[in-house]
Nanobody, 126 residues
Framework: QVQLVESGGGLVQAGGSLRLSCAAS????????MGWFRQAPGKEREFVAA????????YYADFGKGRFTISRDNAKNTLYLQMNALTPEDTAVYYC???????????????????WGPGTQVTVSS
């Protein structure tokens, strides 16, 4: 049974940084592409960042380019999202997701992900 658990969310002032973590279990973490999504109040869940299996390739939503960094530590079965220069518009619940593909690609479509964590709240104050 695949389990994903996010941590690292919280309240931060605009301009600040947070690092989200996602602990994975239940399958060979290194074999699968992973992603981060977010959902703000009253909005649909949207893609944030994705990472392939090794050799890793990454991809970001436009709002995250230059500010967010997705990474993975396969030895620790953990996915990360480093977020810098946060703005109030980044306030959302952030979800870790595991794809169904044992592939060297990354995936930006939510339908390509079978496994989801419960989410972690990120609140950015102005």
């Amino acid at each position: 049974q695949v389990q994903l658990v996010e941590s690292g969310g919280g309240l931060v002032q605009a301009g600040g940084s947070l690092r989200l973590s996602c602990a994975a279990s239940g399958r060979t973490f290194s074999d699968y592409a992973m992603g981060w999504f977010r959902q703000a109040p009253g909005k649909e869940r949207e893609f944030v960042a994705a990472i392939s299996r090794f050799p890793t390739k990454t991809y970001y939503a436009d709002f995250g380019k230059g500010r967010f960094t997705i990474s993975r530590d396969n030895a620790k079965n953990t996915l990360y999202l480093q977020m810098n220069a946060l703005t109030p518009e980044d306030t959302a619940v952030y979800y870790c997701a595991g794809s169904r593909f044992n592939s060297a690609n990354y995936y930006t479509n939510q339908d390509d992900y079978d496994y989801w964590g419960p989410g972690t709240q990120v609140t950015v104050s102005s």
